[in-house]
């Protein structure tokens, strides 16, 4: 029964953090027509933000280093982010296989300098030591906090998002320019204003899921590397450019990975997962849940 | 370009043949490995530069290839390799016996990496998918067959990959004529595939694959069966990456997991890119190029390599896009230009 429960908050976790990474993508992607490869150095961002705060700002064991962290990791995230957009993403609008070629040097930069400045070693993220301890429902089952954490922080970014997005004038002029740009050009939106803003929110997102990836376990140049995958065959499952389509796919393979996993081995869950997707694709190409569009490309 | 071909090619024949009879053995090998990547890259630009479908997961080709051959050579050095002596796995799989056999053996190095790409690529074609997913689903696919080789130390030598060869072709693994024998044998597929690449160009399927990489749905309106080009596109990718694979074998002197990374695999789309996409040459040249700057600058600034390396790939895609041969070709082919300007794209203009 623990491992059910264990593997249940495994999944949740990993559904939050795959969730938080793939909204940027799926964004980014919807919109610009970019697939951002370097994605995963801005989680590693988000992470080494987290370390920073620990290592440098704050000693103690306190909730506002985790705060600190967070707000760091978007921040420094969002910056690089945007930075990244205004020198190189801009030339690539509309053409997604040759921004995967650049953001993928771009991410070998960035794995290098952050090797340059931390070290090529995994290093320990410093959280409040409350969050390694967890809630015991029963003498032999217990869940960890910081998991339950990770999850918790995940629905009310989700929230915020959701209600940006659909229920404010500005999320609806992000709506406006992801289904139609020359038309929303020509009613009045700064529309490369849009991108630059939205590309820096989507990387700084990503950087928040990084800190909740340093709360789970070591960290280090290549953290980002190991979520890269999953978060695109999250993006794939589920769809570009819309938050249902990103939460219904990041459930669906953050769930099923751990459960697999505790029936077989960690490398056969992956091929069952991705012989997964390759079904769901068979029957919708664009995902479970594509951006509604008429012509035929 | 150049007014007459059939002088630099008589030059370039030269050139290539007189390394056999001055350079030192070990930068043979080393430049033969670079011809068996410039083979894998001509595989990778069969598909991105005449198919217009990327391909970031050919590393899976090129090892199962390369694992092919390897299991023969392993078969020969030792009837039972050491890396299942060490797994505990008791006696040969059923799955080995047959590559005792040299044929079988080279039948496997096409056999497999055409089946994997044929169960990857009808599924994915033939339902349409846009040349992005596949783009992402190959890197997916090369990942996880890395992670299970890697799993299954038993029976496939896990992280460390097979190696241990002690013969090839009747000669020795240390015997300096194999090295020239190797060279002589890579640099002769090279130059056969690339004569099947100019073949294949004019021919009716290369004419169709072309069209499909500049307008795939006004072919698929003119009524052409778009998918099933593609996947034959990409099964003689697969197959031609697969022989690349088992000629790096004995060159190198082992197979692992890591051939198969994510890495490996972007580094074979790199070469067509700084070389030039659809050209013939370009591959080898890009290949050729990135290999000697590796080989030649990762040893005295290994960190610095990096960021030099990351540079290449932005610049292929910013500032060269139709890559070393495409600068060469004309002025007006150095920088990408768009038809519309940049920020106003309509759905339906490319």
């Not at chain 1, 500005?170 to 020359?182: F, Y």
């Not at chain 1, 849009?194 to 590309?199: E, G, I, K, L, N």
């Not at chain 2, 169709?208 to 080009?229: K, S």
Request: proline share 4%; charged share 10%.
């Amino acid at each position: 029964m623990q491992e059910i429960i264990s593997s249940l908050i495994n999944g949740l976790s990993i559904s939050s953090i795959l969730l938080l990474t793939a909204l940027g993508l799926s964004i980014a992607f919807g919109m610009m027509g970019i697939i951002n490869f370097a994605h995963g150095e801005f989680i590693m961002i988000g992470s080494y933000s987290s370390y920073i705060i620990g290592m440098y700002v704050i000693k103690n064991d306190s909730w506002s280093s985790l705060i600190l962290s967070f707000i760091l990791a978007f921040s420094l995230a969002a910056f690089v982010g945007w930075i990244l957009e205004r020198l190189i993403i801009r030339h690539l609008y509309n053409r997604p296989i040759d921004s995967i070629l650049a953001t993928w040097g771009i991410s070998l930069i960035l794995q290098q300098t952050a090797k340059d400045v931390f070290g090529a070693n995994n290093v320990e993220a410093h959280i409040p030591s409350i969050l390694t301890r967890g809630i015991a429902i029963t003498p032999t089952i217990s869940i960890p906090y910081n998991r339950l954490l990770i999850f918790i922080f995940c629905i009310v970014v989700c929230t915020s998002v959701y209600f940006y997005l659909y229920k404010t004038a500005k999320g609806r002029i992000l709506q406006a320019v992801m289904q139609n740009r020359a038309m929303a050009a020509c009613m009045g939106v700064k529309v490369r204003k849009v991108y630059s803003q939205t590309f820096a929110f989507g990387c700084g997102v990503a950087g928040l899921a990084g800190v909740c990836i340093s709360m789970l376990g070591s960290i280090g140049p290549s953290t980002g590397q190991n979520y890269i995958i999953d978060t695109f065959l999250v993006v794939i499952l589920g769809g570009v450019g819309g938050l249902r389509g990103t939460i219904l796919g990041a459930i669906l393979i953050g769930m099923l990975n751990p459960f697999i996993e505790y029936v077989t081995s960690a490398s056969t869950a992956k091929v069952i997962v991705l012989t997964l997707v390759f079904i769901v694709l068979q029957l919708k190409p664009a995902g479970l849940v594509p951006l509604k569009d008429r012509t035929i490309d | 370009m150049l007014k007459n071909k059939k002088i630099l090619y008589t030059v370039a024949i030269i050139l290539v043949i007189l390394p056999l009879f001055f350079m030192s053995d070990f930068r043979l090998s080393l430049l033969s490995k670079f011809w068996v990547f410039a083979i894998a890259a001509v595989a990778v630009n069969i598909l991105w530069g005449y198919t217009g479908i990327l391909s970031l997961g050919h590393g899976a080709y090129f090892a199962l290839g390369g694992y092919a051959m390897a299991m023969y050579l392993k078969l020969k050095a030792q009837p039972l390799p050491d890396f299942m002596d060490w797994s505990g796995v008791e006696s040969l799989p059923w799955f080995w016996k047959p590559f005792q056999y040299l044929p079988v053996a080279l039948a496997m190095v096409v056999i497999l990496p055409v089946a994997l790409s044929l169960l990857v690529g009808i599924p994915l074609f033939k339902s349409g998918t846009k040349g992005v997913y596949f783009t992402i689903i190959s890197q997916a696919i090369t990942m996880i067959l890395a992670l299970l080789f890697i799993s299954e130390q038993g029976y496939t030598g896990g992280t460390n990959g097979i190696t241990g060869f002690q013969s090839f072709l009747g000669y020795q693994m240390n015997d300096p004529m194999l090295v020239k024998v190797l060279y002589m044998i890579s640099l002769g597929v090279l130059i056969l595939v690339l004569l099947f690449n100019r073949y294949m160009i004019k021919s009716y399927g290369g004419t169709i694959i072309q069209a499909i990489r500049d307008r795939e749905t006004r072919l698929r309106f003119l009524g052409y069966p778009t998918d099933w080009f593609k996947i034959v596109s990409l099964a003689t990718s697969a197959a031609i990456a697969g022989i690349a694979g088992a000629l790096f074998v004995p060159i190198v002197g082992i197979i692992s997991p890591s051939s198969m990374g994510i890495l490996a695999s972007t580094e074979l789309a790199i070469f067509v890119a700084v070389g030039g996409r659809a050209t013939i040459l370009g591959p080898v040249i890009g290949a050729l190029v990135v290999n000697f700057a590796k080989t030649s600058l990762s040893e005295s600034m290994p960190d610095f390599w990096w960021y030099f390396y990351g540079a290449v790939f932005v610049a292929a895609t910013l500032v060269f896009p139709k890559g070393i041969i495409g600068f060469f070709n004309g002025k007006e082919n150095r920088k990408w230009k768009p038809v519309v300007p940049k920020w106003i794209k309509f759905n339906f203009q490319k």
